[in-house]
Each structure stands twice: as C-alpha cells, then as structure tokens.
C-alpha cells in the first residue's frame, strides 16, 4: 500500500544498501564496522547552535492557549560509515531524521491560527537500528549517547526558551524511551511536574518496576487526567512477546481509542480516523474506523482487532509479524490528536481554578 512505502521510504531508505542475511533481515553494509561507544559518537552536542534542532520555534507567538512540545524523534538511523549512533555532521542523514518528525508533527502541532503550540525536536546522536538486534545490556552505551544529547537538549530548552510554560512531552520508540529516561532523572522535581501537560511516550514499555523506582512516572488513567504518561504498544491478538514487550514482561498502558486501562475493548467506530503521512507530515491516506483494540490483561499490551500482518508488516527483521509497533501513532492519529488538545484545555482549566483560589 502507498502508506507503508511512505514509511518506509521515510525511516527505513538506507536499509537498501545493507547487506541480504540468510534469514532475510538486513545488516550493516559489508564496509560497516561496529566500533566502541566512544569511537561512534562525538561529545554531546551544542544545543546553543540552532544547527542542532530540526524545530526550534522560539520566535513563535505564545499566547494563553497554546503549550510547547518537546519532542524527540523515533529510530530513522540506519548505521552508516561504522557509526551506531548518528552523527549531526552529515545533511542527508539529518535530512531523514526530520522527515520522521514531520510523520507526526501534525498530532501535537496542529498549525491551528489561534492556538498553535510552539514545536522544540533536537536532532540528536540517536542509535541505529542495529543496535537493537544487539543484547539488551549492550545496546546500553550506544543509549546512554543518545540520552546525554536529549538531556541536554532539554536542559537547554529549559534555560532558553521555556520561560515557565506549560509543555507536552512527545515521543515514539527511541524517542519514547528517551523521554522515560528524562522523567526518571528530572521530574522528581515538582516544578517541573506542575509545568508538564503530558508525557505521550508511546511504543516502549513501562513496567511495574520503573513505577516503583520513579513514583513520578503517574500513568493516564483517562483522556483528562494532566502530568501523565500515555502510553501502548500495538499489537496482534496472537502475539505473546516482542523486543519491546518480551514474553513474561508485563507493561502500563491506555488505549487510545476509549482511554480505559483494563480490557474494555473499543470497537473500530471509535477509531476517528487512522493517519499515513509522508516525510513531509502531509497526509497521505485516512481511514476513519480502520481498527478497534483492547488492553491484553497480562501483557499490558493494546491488541488491536481488524488488521492483519499481511497488510501491515513489521518493516524491521527485529519484529516479528504481529507486531504493529511502526504503526502505534498512524493507527490512531485522530484520536491522540483530539486527545492532545482535550489534556491541554484541562490542564488550562486545572491552572485557571488554582489561580483563582490562591
């Protein structure tokens, strides 16, 4: 179909000069050589230089009704010149970043006239998809490179260009992952807390164990609730593990379409439309009521209901069919869109009421 060459073509175009496997995955080019962590990745880059975001809307106008996005792309970096973690230096590379910001841009930015969020995403040392295929314990420095640059970033953001605003957390796989580690090492900090709209950190897990550890990690529980993490990951009935949910691992989640954390399941009218964009963040394709889906009781993941893997492949050799993780937002774009907007007014209201009552 159109949209998945879109997608591909947006996040996974340098999978074609990797190198055929057996089994038909795909793997570094035969000149890619996998180095240490510290011979990938430059220092953490200078977020003082406007070179090093691909939106920086600090100009923009702020009014009273609009909230900043912080948001921090997915994977679209395919290793290239022995490079596990992407190197700024390079525009083409740079080029296919922002075209997978743009893919869901339009959710948290809507462009609207009189109420346009100003829109933060830092390019930023991400790592490859390689790396995933690595064990989970050494996939970790290549990690941790990313992270330094996303921290910075936002300590940056913070100390620039916030100026105590209101701010939406955004993020999809890498991205998602990303911003979990940020609220791990920053939002015990209740001033932050009382700033953020909400963390939309979708396609990565979040375990009972991370909750215990960071009691600042507060999952949605409805399409309201402010200074929450919404969270899932899709997948097929059938599918009893994956690398982001493994077999045996349980995860938080809220399904987008009735915003019930229990098995409740959602019919496929109440999907308001699912979303393929292109590298430019046009849509491409809508079908309103495409699929309905429920919170799996053990697994913590969203099964979604009326699409097939036939139809809609995993894309990486790292999932397996059933796994409709390179969809998670696409599948439900209208409904987080709506959504975006329904958490920023409860959050203005939530804000108004305090300040009346102080």
């Not at 700024?88 to 462009?111: C, H, P, S, W």
Request: aromatic share 12%.
């Amino acid at each position: 179909m159109a949209f998945i060459t879109v997608w591909m073509g947006a996040l996974l175009s340098a999978c074609a000069q990797s190198a055929p496997q057996a089994d038909g995955s795909t793997a570094p080019g035969a000149d890619s050589a996998q180095p240490s962590p510290t011979a990938a990745a430059s220092a953490v880059a200078d977020y003082a230089q406007s070179a090093n975001w691909a939106y920086l809307e600090a100009d923009a106008p702020a009014t009273d009704a609009n909230v900043d996005i912080f948001f921090v792309c997915p994977s679209a970096y395919d290793a290239q010149d022995g490079a596990l973690n992407m190197p700024l230096d390079k525009e083409e590379t740079k080029d296919r970043f922002l075209g997978a910001v743009n893919m869901e841009k339009g959710i948290y930015d809507q462009d609207a006239a009189e109420s346009d969020n100003r829109f933060f995403a830092p390019y930023y040392q991400q790592i490859s998809f390689q790396v995933y295929e690595m064990p989970e314990a050494e996939r970790e420095p290549y990690l941790q490179i990313a992270y330094a640059d996303v921290e910075a970033a936002f300590e940056y953001y913070l100390a620039h260009y916030n100026d105590g605003r209101p701010f939406i957390l955004a993020g999809f796989s890498q991205g998602a992952d990303m911003l979990l580690r940020l609220m791990k090492e920053h939002f015990d900090d209740p001033a932050l807390q009382e700033q953020l709209v909400a963390c939309y950190a979708i396609g990565w897990r979040i375990t009972q164990d991370d909750i215990d550890a960071y009691p600042q990690l507060k999952m949605a529980q409805s399409e309201s609730d402010t200074g929450t993490i919404i969270s899932f990951n899709s997948e097929s009935p059938e599918t009893t593990g994956s690398l982001l949910v493994p077999e045996g691992v349980k995860t938080f989640a809220i399904n987008p379409l009735n915003w019930k954390t229990d098995s409740t399941p959602a019919n496929r009218s109440e999907n308001k439309g699912a979303c393929f964009t292109d590298r430019t963040g046009a849509i491409t394709e809508e079908i309103p009521g495409l699929t309905g889906g429920y919170i799996d009781e053990v697994r913590g993941t969203l099964k979604v209901t009326d699409v097939t893997s036939d139809e809609y492949t995993p894309g990486l050799s790292i999932f397996q069919d059933g796994v409709f993780h390179r969809f998670d937002f696409q599948f439900f774009y209208r409904n987080l869109q709506e959504n975006v907007a329904v958490r920023t007014e409860a959050y203005m209201e939530e804000r108004a009421t305090l300040a009346e009552a102080a």
